[in-house]
């Protein structure tokens, strides 16, 4: 079945790095996504990541993708208080090609605290 | 930049009752989308819907919920007798049309408290 699983809480200091980790389960996903819910805000897309690469850098932020393992990471560079949000994983199982739906599966959110 | 809004931002309503959440989604996308997040729990997909009708539904998706775009800017969400259960922060998304429109952009959210 289609599931995405993430550690709920991690806490940095302000300028290190944060790592944010996710697994799914469903290998014919093709692309991974990460949103970021600012409290009392909607989901505001970071990055995402076709199937077919390792790593995707967007100025502070890596993902990098284990496709073998299902592993998918989130790190952020340089970690700043505004940071502090929960960050969402989530995966599209289903093709967005021809017309079909494009759903996303979401984790459960890691709710990341940043310390000055 | 184009974002797509949601209206109310909170709704208030008796067990039973119905109600319409409210999305306009980013004018030239074609894929709409509604979830929903129980607090403290995962974002759920619920629909999504395309070429004026639904594409896929979840297992939540019962007859009690249904979607229309009713013109050419309004993607609604209608539950007609509300429960108790159905309390949660709903989202609308939308992405464009093509095979390589990849990005899923969602709504501020509507609060639906069902008392």
């Known amino acids: 079945g289609e599931d995405v699983e993430q550690s709920l809480f991690l806490s940095v200091r302000e300028g290190d790095s944060s790592v944010i980790n996710c697994t799914y389960t469903?290998?014919?996903?093709?692309?991974l996504y990460w949103y970021k819910q600012e409290p009392g805000a909607g989901l505001q897309l970071l990055t995402y990541?076709?199937?077919?690469?390792d790593m995707k850098q967007d100025q502070r932020l890596t993902v990098l993708l284990n496709k073998k393992d299902k592993h998918l990471s989130l790190r952020i560079a340089d970690t700043q208080t505004g940071d502090s949000a929960i960050y969402f994983c989530?995966?599209?199982?289903?093709?967005?090609?021809?017309?079909?739906?494009?759903?996303?599966?979401f984790g459960q959110g890691t709710e990341l605290s940043v310390k000055p | 930049e184009p974002e797509v809004t949601q209206t109310p931002s909170h709704q208030v309503t008796q067990m039973g009752q119905e109600v319409i959440l409210r999305c306009v989604p980013i004018?030239?996308?074609?894929?709409f989308y509604w979830y929903r997040q129980i607090l403290g729990q995962k974002v759920e997909f619920l629909v999504s819907?395309?070429?004026?009708?639904?594409?896929?539904k979840s297992e939540i998706f019962d007859d009690q919920f249904s979607v229309e775009r009713p013109d050419g800017s309004n993607f609604t969400l209608k539950i007609r007798s509300t429960k108790l259960e159905d309390s949660a922060m709903y989202f609308c998304?939308?992405?464009?049309?093509?095979?390589?429109?990849?990005?899923?952009?969602f709504g501020p959210g509507t609060r639906l408290t069902v008392t």
């Open positions: 998304a939308s992405r464009q049309q093509g095979a390589f429109s990849y990005e899923q952009y």
């Open positions: 990541i076709f199937s077919n690469m």
């Open positions: 989530a995966e599209s199982p289903t093709s967005l090609f021809y017309n079909q739906g494009g759903k996303l599966i």
């Open positions: 004018s030239n996308h074609l894929y």
């Open positions: 469903d290998s014919s996903s093709t692309y």
């Open positions: 819907f395309y070429n004026n009708e639904i594409s896929e």
